[in-house]
């Protein structure tokens, strides 16, 4: 098993805290991620509505919660995110140098585009899909800008790096 932050959702090792989607729904058990920063990370984030949490590691974040292809199960994690006028932008690279694995939000997401993110205070529903051609290379030039070290990641991968746009859903 990796131990990259985002490459591996094993429950035994994720802490599993309860999450509100909204005030009409029950409280659901979400898993976070296993690498423990991560999930403290996240943990301060939700306590705070990202006042602690929302920069970090020198650009901005927020939480992802997917559906696990697998299991069906919710999965959280933190992830850095860029603006592309109303849509959000990802970069499926994972956190681990050495690791070559995409993430498993990012497969999560392959197999359900619809997911839930919070920004700051604010929790809405998204659809994601994968940049391709002129939009992936203009949206990855606007990532890199703002974590160059995503330009480490990609000399480390073994395949080009998926750039997820991330649009709100009704």
Known sequence: MSSAAETSHTDDLAPTTPFRRNEHSEAMNITDSPDRSVAEHVRRYLATDGRDGYLEGGTTNLILTTTG????????????????GDRYVLVA???????????NWYYNLVANPEAEVQIRADRFRIRARTASGAERVRLWDLMTAQAPVYHRYARM??????????????
């Open 93 to 103: 690279s994972g956190s681990a140098f050495g690791h070559p694995e995409l993430p």
């Open 157 to 170: 991968a073994e395949q080009e790096i998926p750039v997820v746009v991330l649009e709100k859903v009704s």
């Open 69 to 84: 292809r697998k299991t069906g199960k919710l999965r959280r994690t933190g992830l850095f995110f860029g603006s592309d």
